[in-house]
């Protein structure tokens, strides 16, 4: 079982996530139950956990706050956001620190499950490479396991092509990234960071096409810092500039 806590400062919701959804049946178990992100914090620093549910707003220590600290101490959590608050900059924000995906209140029992299933299948791809490691650090290099590797790195880049880097993918599957490189264009026919900028640049599609969100502000959610470089790399891509994009899907 996978250890799981789950943070919320409205005691009502915290005993409701806590109690009516099945964890056991998808492989976690309620660890702990915190009603801040410092009980949260304290309570990681010293145990083992897996994932962390946590709201967004809360007194004494943010959801948010309690994201940037494990993400800066190099605790390697599943965080969950789940919060009533939309607000692009509490989103933008949960990309930066590693959050892997953000529900919204009321929580949806099928979205609930979904989202844990997908956390699940991740820290199984984790402990299944965990026992292959040998002496060196390195993995064996199966055919078999070439092929969990290749999707183990797609689903990282899919869901961190923000921040994605061929050495932090290298570092999950526990491999060094110049065979990783090697693989990946064996295995796909692409090179690693032509696949982040596929992925990215559909993003950066996707995103364009909501009307709530600003030509810079798609190039910082996908990575791009200079919106001039996100400018360059889009019309690079599609063969138009983010603009004309927006204005030829009217």
Not at 141 to 170: C, F, Q, R, W
Not at 180 to 186: I, P
Request: one cysteine or more; charged letters at 30%; aromatic letters at 14%.
């Amino acid at each position: 079982m996978y250890k799981l806590i789950i943070v919320e400062d409205e005691y009502e919701i915290r005993v409701g996530l806590s109690n009516y959804f099945p964890w056991t049946e998808i492989g976690f178990e309620i660890a702990g139950e915190f009603e801040n992100g410092k009980q949260a914090f304290e309570y990681i620093m010293k145990r083992h956990v897996d994932a962390v549910l946590c709201d967004i707003k809360m007194p004494i220590m943010s959801g948010i706050d309690l994201a940037k600290l494990l993400f800066t101490n190099g605790i390697d959590a599943k965080i969950v956001f789940i919060s009533g608050y939309r607000e692009f900059e509490y989103a933008r924000q949960a990309i930066q620190y590693g959050v892997k995906d953000y529900i919204v209140k009321p929580t949806k029992y099928d979205e609930v499950m979904e989202v844990f299933g997908k956390i699940k299948r991740d820290l199984d791809n984790q402990r299944y490479l965990k026992t292959q490691v040998l002496n060196n650090g390195q993995t064996i290099p199966e055919i078999d396991k070439g092929e969990d590797i290749i999707s183990i790195v797609k689903n990282y880049i899919n869901e961190n092509y923000k921040d994605a880097t061929l050495e932090d993918a290298a570092k999950i599957v526990y491999i060094n990234p110049y065979y990783l490189s090697k693989l990946f264009k064996q295995k796909t026919g692409k090179n690693f960071s032509d696949y982040l900028t596929e992925v990215k640049m559909a993003k950066a599609a996707l995103f364009l096409k909501n009307p709530l969100y600003k030509v810079y502000e798609v190039g910082d959610m996908i990575g791009y810092k200079n919106p001039k470089n996100f400018a360059r790399a889009f019309k690079k891509y599609y063969g138009k500039s983010p603009s004309e994009y927006v204005s030829s899907d009217k």
